[in-house]
């Protein structure tokens, strides 16, 4: 049997610990059926950890992170805590830990199941079947570079400004990690710039170029961001990954999402450079916060989750087997009607966080039957 694999849970605030409930049956599942055990510790972040601690993001809880293989998070934040001050808020957490473990490629799939196609703003043949990666440059760019502030100019007036700046190596890393998944896929990747305005993203462009030239198989394009922008809307089966800076990341990565029209079902991967043993931080939460305002209600919906929980298995354990029973399960159990309230939609049965898990648990016995 494979040696243990250690995760880390982080269930958070809100439905956080709702929805991190449904994925430890999963991993129950798996520990019964599959030929691997995880073992579990559970840590403190945000809000939660404010109540226990004082501080969003204990010093417990990133030595924990230091010590585990994955970091699986609910999420974070509610209005119990925003008369706090900006810097001890909940999201300081997230934000803290993303930092503290060099997370600096963010991965975020929109992916469209056929049983959700109808959910999208979009015109169903625009968005059926669709499945594109977003790689999000994290750590760099105009939201981390200097100088910047708000400057009295003396006249009445102020200046506000901010920088946006990248190195080769901050380039050339997200770049491989961009290649080496679209190895794993359909073989393209464009990076979104601006290179015909901005000097940093000719040379974002230059060094991605140098990037693909290590990668033969890759069709590597480019794509300037007010045009992929539209063509997000106008074609996004266009796409397979689209690698681009952290503003522009954060801006197309948001407009993906809403192709796909259900938040409670859009996970993401945030991933670290691998040290010198091949050990890689990782870190995997869904895309949607805490929901305080149906967090306690047993309605949530609990799939985002889940499907954070098979992105883990697929990129920090190579489990690709497992991590496509996870993504079956999911599928054959939208295909059976079943819905929580976030995405009902007309003739579809309506179920608590609950029962979808018991429903996936169900679905996974079959599928390895
Ligand atoms: P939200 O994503 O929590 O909720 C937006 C809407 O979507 C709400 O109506 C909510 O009920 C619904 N929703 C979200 N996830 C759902 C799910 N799994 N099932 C069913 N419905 C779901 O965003 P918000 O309301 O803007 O933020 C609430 C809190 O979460 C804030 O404190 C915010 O700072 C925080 N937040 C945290 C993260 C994170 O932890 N990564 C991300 C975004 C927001």
Excluded at 119 to 130: H, I, P, Q, R, W
Aim: proline share 5%; hydrophobic share 40%.
């Amino acid at each position: 049997m494979p040696a243990n694999k250690k995760l880390l849970f982080l269930p958070g605030d809100g439905i956080g610990p709702e929805i991190m409930t449904e994925v430890r049956r999963v991993i129950d599942w798996m520990d019964q059926r599959r030929s691997v055990t995880f073992d579990i510790t559970e840590g403190l972040i945000g809000g939660a950890a404010i109540d226990e601690t004082g501080v969003p993001l204990p010093e417990e809880t990133l030595e924990a992170a230091h010590g585990s293989d994955a970091v699986l998070m609910g999420a974070v934040g509610g209005p119990k805590w925003e008369v706090l001050p900006f810097e001890v808020q909940p999201e300081r957490g997230l934000l803290g830990i993303r930092k503290e473990l060099g997370l600096f490629a963010n991965l975020r799939p929109a992916i469209v199941f056929d049983a959700l196609a109808d959910a999208s703003t979009l015109k169903l043949d625009v968005v059926k079947g669709l499945d594109i990666m977003i790689i999000r440059e994290l750590t760099g760019g105009i939201y981390f570079g200097e100088p910047r502030g708000i400057e009295d100019l003396g006249d009445g007036n102020r200046k506000g400004f901010n920088t946006l700046t990248y190195t080769t190596p901050e380039i050339h890393r997200i770049g491989r990690v961009a290649m080496d998944l679209a190895a794993k896929r359909n073989k393209r990747v464009c990076s979104i710039d601006k290179a015909n305005v901005l000097e940093t993203t000719v040379m974002w462009r230059e060094e991605m170029i140098k990037v693909g030239e290590e990668y033969p198989d890759i069709e590597l394009s480019h794509m300037y961001v007010d045009n992929a922008a539209m063509q997000l809307v106008r074609n996004p089966k266009q796409f397979d990954v689209i690698v681009t800076t952290n503003m522009f990341g954060d801006i197309l990565s948001d407009c993906a999402a809403m192709l796909t029209g259900s938040l409670g079902m859009l996970p993401s991967a945030s991933l670290g450079a691998p040290d010198e043993s091949g050990r890689q931080a990782a870190l995997y939460e869904p895309v949607h916060g805490s929901a305080p305002d149906i967090a306690g209600q047993g309605i949530a919906n609990p799939l985002a989750q889940i499907l954070s929980f098979s992105m883990l298995l697929r990129y920090s354990f190579d489990m690709f087997e497992d991590a496509d029973l996870v993504d079956q399960a999911v599928q054959n159990v939208l295909d059976q009607g079943l819905r929580t309230g976030d995405i009902m939609g007309e003739g579809k049965t309506q179920v608590s966080t609950e029962v979808m898990g018991d429903a996936i648990t169900k679905e996974l016995d079959k599928l390895a039957a």
